[in-house]
């Protein structure tokens, strides 16, 4: 970046900090003419979804529910206009036909290949501008390999690893030079699992490296994409949420010294479980996830709040990631992925989601969070990125 860029965009960040009151003035009139797209996973069997249905390395799952609960507050909050398309094919005639002034992406894809970033690819092309992370960011965070190695760069903690490449690695990873490197004579155990995922499918335990080949074969056979195998770290295990400095709360807009982290939870594994069963399959309960006490353990609550941080500031992170992490027997922790989509479900009786667990301690519902993500998108898009957002400037 040039300085004359860097300049001007110290001078944008410094024009629109301390106005907090004038963003929330402006959102709520953008509200009333805003034209609102909340985007799901579209399902490749329908009709005119696709030109070809292929394969899908990331397991598939609509999201349709969840972007309606993220409609339904966003009109809460005063958007008249939202309407919900699924991500496919036809998303650029729906949006064309709908006039759509902003998109809210909440989409794992179609099919193919880093399918977290074709919506926001396309929602670029369209020339959108769209609440989400842009496609590489996506991307990135969604293939835990290429995340792991910008971890390594940025000398973030992150288990050991090697990645299986189908028709490089050798059919057992133990003899590739590279796995070698890595292990530095490890035997075990691993953790072998899908460079793309979700809810712990396909996520082995391997206890010795004898029998990494055959569990490889096997993740490569369901998900035909690269295999990443890793050291098993086996202490407690954490999730951190982490979102941008412009928080809603108590009907105003506050700004935050650096990146908003919250809902910083343990998530409780049975005696006998190494891997943390799926949401999928076990429901969250207070017994499975619950929030760490500041007061009781100070250092732990400021270290993953730390970590959580540097993960959004060193890979220029925009909008809500998770953070998964795990701590080893000796409580040094580290990063196992960060999820570009976290679960939004709104919290109803007896169901709740990993990010919203620690609202109510800091005074926000789950309107409060949705309008967290909305305005601070809003601001980032209105200081930073004149051009790409002049169809909501408009607006205001
Ligand atoms: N290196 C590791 N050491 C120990 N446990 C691990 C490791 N990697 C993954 N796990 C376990 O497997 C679970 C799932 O792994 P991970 O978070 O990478 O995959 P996921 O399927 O994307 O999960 P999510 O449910 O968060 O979407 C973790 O919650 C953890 O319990
Ligand atoms: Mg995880």
């Known amino acids: 970046m040039s300085a004359l860029r860097k300049a001007e965009e110290a001078d944008a960040l410094a024009r629109r900090s301390g106005r907090e009151d004038e963003l929330l003035a402006q959102i709520e009139k ?37 972007a309606q609960d993220i409609a339904a507050s966003l009109q809460r909050l005063g958007c008249r206009h939202i309407e919900l398309f699924p991500d496919d094919m036809r998303l650029g005639e729906n949006l064309k036909a709908f006039d759509a ?14 399918s977290v970033a074709h919506a926001p690819a396309m929602l670029e092309l369209f020339g959108i501008p769209y609440v989400g992370h842009d496609p590489m960011t996506a991307a990135i965070l969604d293939s835990k390999h290429v995340f792991k190695r910008q971890l390594q760069a940025a000398g973030i903690p992150t288990a050991e690893f090697f990645v299986w490449q189908p028709g490089v690695s050798p059919r057992d990873p133990v003899r590739d030079s590279t796995f070698q490197h890595a292990f530095m004579g490890y035997r075990g155990p691993f953790i072998v699992k899908p460079t793309s995922g979700r809810a712990s499918l396909n996520v082995t335990y391997v206890e010795r490296a004898d029998g990494l080949a055959d569990v490889v074969q096997n993740i490569y056979k369901l ?174």
């Open 30 to 66: 953008m509200f009333r003419r805003l034209r609102l797209a909340v985007v799901f996973g579209g399902d490749k069997s329908r009709e005119g979804a696709v030109i070809e249905s292929t394969t899908n390395p990331r397991s598939w799952k609509s999201y349709e529910k969840v």
């Open 101 to 114: 002034h902003l998109a809210w992406v909440n989409s794992g894809g179609v099919q193919g290949h880093c």
């Open 223 to 396: 998900t035909r994409n690269h295999v990443l195998i890793e050291r098993f770290i086996g202490g407690r295990e954490f999730c951190v949420a982490a979102a941008g400095p412009v928080i809603h709360r108590h009907g105003k807009i506050e700004r935050l010294d650096g990146p908003f982290t919250f809902s910083l939870l343990e998530r409780r594994l049975d005696e006998s479980e190494k891997v943390f069963t799926s949401m999928d399959v076990k429901p969250i309960t207070g017994e499975r996830a619950f929030e760490i006490d500041a007061e009781a353990e100070p250092q732990l609550h400021a270290n993953l709040a730390k970590l959580a941080q540097r993960i959004f500031l060193e890979l220029g992170i925009e909008t809500l990631i998770r953070a998964d992490i795990r701590a080893d027997d000796a409580g040094n922790l580290y990063v196992l992925e960060a999820n570009p989509k976290p679960d939004l479900k709104m919290p109803g009786p007896g169901v709740t989601s990993l990010v919203c667990i620690g609202l109510p301690k800091l005074g926000m519902t789950y309107d409060d969070l949705i309008m967290s993500v909305f305005a601070d998108r809003v601001d980032v898009l209105l200081s930073e990125r004149r051009g790409v957002a002049d169809r909501i400037a408009r607006l205001i």
